[in-house]
């Protein structure tokens, strides 16, 4: 196993209270967790022996509760107290699916808790090395940070040797790809809602890839749901190819695969080695009731049975596996 070298920072601006109602004997059974993608990101993190550092904001009720949530999940918190309220929803898992009762938006932040999460944020990721940017759940009109804000952190960031990853969609992205990060992780539904893809085939989401990796990113990483992640490392495409498991609730998969890079990369891996536990970390993630959760043992298990295997674009590739060996020397599975 490998011992831990850095730490990771995760900038979550303003995490979420989550109610999960599921039936135990019958009965009601009500879950109260801290959540939100931050949240789950830097869960999994944690769940890796990684140690990771949360950079956010707690105001309101629900930001009282999620302070002393948060303190029990193995995360240290760097908060800025605000009065903006965070976010929350309600959802009914009691029949086997979510289904949503209620949702609260978070408020945006004033220009002075702004400033100070901002430093906070850039002081605490110089120090770690590794730093993550997450969203919010909140809504274009409404948003808690302004999406140049992803730009000025990725830019200070990565001008001052730390290593950014970035997951996220839409105006954010746009803004964090000007700062240039290191690594760029997004789903494929994502680069089709903002126009990024033409459509969802091999070449399509490559183009897409190799338009993002012009930005200065050496690693595009895109999830596609049951499908291996296509992968573009330093201009090389790849597909990541992973054991398939059972899910049990597919939400949160693509956070944990995030999660996990960022903390192959602290822990000193190299990008493949990083890659493969991202992926694993992915797959175990859905076989769990919990958002960015997994067992540390379990997911470096089944990192030794992840392959990439190289893409030849120079003819079609339909992203089944084969049954020859991987670019990397270890057979698909």
């Not at 605000?82 to 949503?100: I, K, L, S, T």
């Not at 110089?126 to 009109?141: K, Y």
């Not at 700062?179 to 494929?188: D, F, L, Q, R």
């Amino acid at each position: 196993m490998n011992e831990p070298k850095g730490h990771v920072v995760v900038f979550a601006p303003s995490p979420q209270l989550t109610v999960t109602v599921e039936e135990l004997h019958g009965t009601p059974d009500l879950h109260l967790h801290p959540g939100g993608q931050g949240v789950w990101q830097a869960r999994m993190i944690a769940a890796l022996g990684t140690r990771v550092v949360l950079c956010c904001c707690f105001g309101g009720e629900t930001g009282e509760v999620l302070r002393h949530l948060v303190g029990g999940e193995g995360i240290e918190v760097r908060e800025r107290p605000v009065a903006a309220r965070n976010g929350g929803y309600v959802h009914d898992r009691r029949d086997g699916q979510r289904e949503e009762i209620a949702e609260m938006l978070p408020d945006a932040l004033t220009r002075h808790e702004l400033d100070d999460l901002y430093e906070l944020t850039l002081l605490s990721a110089l120090e770690a090395g590794v730093a993550v940017l997450s969203g919010a759940s909140d809504e274009p009109n409404r948003q808690v940070v302004p999406a140049s804000m992803y730009e000025r952190l990725t830019k200070d960031l990565t001008s001052n040797g730390c290593k950014v990853v970035v997951d996220l969609s839409a105006d954010r992205l746009a803004a964090a790809l000007e700062g240039g990060p290191t690594v760029v992780k997004v789903s494929h539904e994502e680069l089709l809602s903002d126009g990024r893809a033409s459509d969802d085939s091999v070449p399509a989401l490559l183009k897409a890839a190799r338009d993002i990796a012009a930005k200065g990113v050496h690693l595009v990483v895109i999830s596609r749901a049951a499908e291996p992640a296509l992968v573009l490392l330093d201009g090389e495409a790849f597909l990541l190819d992973a054991p398939s498991l059972e899910p049990v609730d597919s939400r949160g998969g693509g956070d944990s695969m995030t999660a996990a890079l960022a903390a192959g990369l602290a822990q000193g891996m190299d990008q493949t080695e990083a890659l493969r536990l991202g992926a694993a970390a992915g797959v175990i993630n859905v076989t769990r009731h919990g958002l960015g959760t997994g067992g540390d043992q379990a997911v470096r298990t089944l990192s030794e049975r992840v392959s990439l295997r190289r893409i030849d674009t120079e003819k079609p590739d339909t992203g089944k596996p084969d049954t020859g060996k991987s670019d990397t020397g270890n057979e698909d599975g």
